[in-house]
C-alpha cells in the first residue's frame, strides 16, 4: 500500500534534486527519506530515480509519475480543508438579499433552520422586489429568479429548470371561465406587478409577448400571488412561488403547453473572493432544497 507520506517525499525530492534536502525539511535522516523512495518504488514497481555518487535524478518513468503523485496530494488536501472548512462554526454576519414572494413563503423557513444550525452567524434578510446591487447596497448575496445579463456577478444556480407559469384559482375560472389559448388572456383580467421599475404588463408565453392589463397594481408580487388565491385575477408567477398553491389545489395552472418565459433562481454575489464558507454552506443548503421542487411542473415544449 502507497504511503501518503512516501508521495509527499517523493515529491519534495524531486523538487529539491537531493535525499539531504528533502531530509533537512522534514527533519529526518537522509537514509529516512531514501527508504521511502525505495518503499514507493517497490509499490509501483518503477524506478522513479536515477541515482549516482554525485547526482539523483528522475527517470523517465518518475516524470511521467510526478504529476499523478502531486494531484493525489492536492486531493487529499482539498478534501481535509473541505471539512475543516464545512465542521468549523460559522460566525460573523450574512447578508442575504431576494423577492418578495420566494423569501416570504419559500426561503423564510429554510433560513431559519440555516441560522438554528449555526448559532454563531447573525443573518440579516433584505426581502423586497426591489432589485438589490450588491456591488453598493449592504448585502453580501441576493437570491435572483430570473435570466442573469450582467457578466460581472458570480452567479451559482439553485434551480435552472425554474420559469413562470400561469395560474388563477378555481373560483375565478369558475367566475371569469378557462383561458383556452394565449389569446384569450387579452379578455381577461391579469395581475400586475412592478419588476425592474417598470409594470411588469407584457407576458411572454409560448413564443409570443402578450399586452395584458387588469385591475389590480402592486409593488409586492407576494400580493399577486395572494390576490390570485383570492380569485382576482390571473398570475404569471415564477413556478418556485406558485408551486404550494398548485399543489394544493389554491391555484390551477392554465395553458401547460404555451411555456413561460425562463426564471431561473440564481445565489449571487459580486467576486469570487467572498466566496465565504458561510456563502459556501448557504449555496449548499438551498440548492438542496430546491431538488425536487420540479415536480408538478409542465415541461417545456
Not at 531514501?34 to 541515482?51: G, M, T, V
Request: contains cysteine; proline residues 6%.
Amino acid at each position: 500500500m502507497i504511503r501518503i507520506d512516501d508521495l509527499a517525499l517523493f515529491l519534495r525530492t524531486a523538487a529539491l534534486g537531493s535525499f539531504s534536502n528533502a531530509a533537512r525539511e522534514v527533519d529526518l535522516l537522509p537514509g529516512q527519506v531514501a527508504a521511502a523512495i525505495k518503499r514507493l518504488e517497490r509499490e509501483l514497481d518503477i524506478r522513479l530515480f536515477a541515482r549516482s555518487t554525485r547526482s539523483l535524478r528522475l527517470t523517465a518513468e518518475g516524470e511521467q509519475y510526478l504529476p499523478t503523485a502531486q494531484a493525489v496530494l492536492d486531493a487529499l488536501r482539498e478534501g481535509r480543508e473541505k471539512l475543516r472548512r464545512e465542521s468549523s462554526e460559522l460566525q460573523g454576519s450574512l447578508q442575504v438579499a431576494m423577492p418578495s414572494d420566494l423569501g416570504r413563503n419559500v426561503m423564510l423557513e429554510w433560513l431559519s433552520d440555516f441560522r438554528r444550525q449555526h448559532p454563531a452567524l447573525t443573518l440579516r434578510l433584505f426581502v423586497s422586489d426591489q432589485v438589490a446591487d450588491i456591488f453598493r447596497d449592504p448585502v453580501d448575496v441576493a437570491i435572483r429568479s430570473g435570466v442573469i445579463e450582467d457578466a460581472n456577478y458570480i452567479a451559482l444556480p439553485l434551480a435552472a429548470w425554474n420559469r413562470r407559469v400561469l395560474v388563477a384559482s378555481p373560483d375565478y375560472l369558475a367566475r371569469k371561465g378557462r383561458p383556452q389559448v394565449s389569446d384569450d388572456l387579452l379578455r381577461h383580467d391579469c395581475l400586475m406587478y412592478i419588476l425592474h421599475g417598470r409594470v411588469y404588463d407584457k407576458w411572454p408565453v409560448g413564443g409570443r409577448v402578450f399586452s395584458v392589463s387588469g385591475p389590480l397594481l402592486t409593488d409586492d408580487a407576494d400580493l399577486v400571488r395572494r390576490w390570485a388565491v383570492a380569485g382576482e385575477g390571473i398570475a404569471y408567477k415564477s413556478w418556485v412561488d406558485v408551486r404550494e398553491d398548485v399543489l394544493a389545489g389554491r391555484l390551477e395552472l392554465l395553458l401547460p403547453d404555451y411555456p413561460g418565459e425562463p426564471a431561473p433562481v440564481n445565489l449571487v454575489y459580486p467576486h469570487r473572493k467572498q466566496f465565504s464558507p458561510a456563502v459556501q454552506q448557504l449555496h449548499s443548503m438551498l440548492k438542496a432544497k430546491f431538488v425536487g421542487m420540479e415536480k408538478g411542473l409542465p415541461k417545456m415544449l
